[in-house]
């Protein structure tokens, strides 16, 4: 049974940074493909992004595109998501999601297994 634990959230002015950590364990850690999705209030669960268990491709929402950067630590069986230049539009829970099947970086929640309690994220204009 994969677990997740997220870590790194907090409340940050406009154009600031945050990292939030994916601590993963009860699994190989270089069998897991690793999503991050967000949940604002009142609004649906959408997809932030995403890596390979190889750590070879990743996938971003369009909207946090050269400002979010996925990544893969294998010391610290853990997936790090930097966000940089923040926006009050990326206020939300944010969730790390696992899987171990075979579908690579996948964008949809239904594709992941397992899932973080989340991390709050507020930015402040």
């Known amino acids: 049974q994969v677990q997740l634990v997220e870590s790194g959230g907090g409340l940050v002015q406009a154009g600031r940074s945050l990292r939030l950590s994916c601590a993963v364990s009860?699994?190989?850690?270089?069998?897991?493909?690793i999503g991050w999705f967000r949940q604002a209030p009142g609004k649906e669960r959408e997809f932030v992004a995403s890596?390979?268990?190889?750590?070879?491709?990743?996938r971003y929402l369009d909207s946090v595109k050269g400002r979010f950067a996925i990544s893969r630590d294998n010391a610290k069986n853990a997936v790090l998501l930097q966000m940089n230049s923040l926006e009050p539009d990326d206020t939300a829970v944010y969730y790390c999601?696992?899987?171990?099947?075979?579908?690579?970086?996948?964008?949809?929640?239904?594709?992941?297994?397992?899932w973080g309690q989340g991390s709050q994220v507020t930015v402040s204009s």
């Open positions: 890596v390979t268990r190889s750590g070879s491709t990743t």
């Open positions: 999601a696992a899987n171990q099947r075979g579908l690579v970086a996948s964008t949809s929640a239904v594709h992941y297994d397992y």
């Open positions: 009860g699994g190989t850690f270089s069998s897991v493909n």
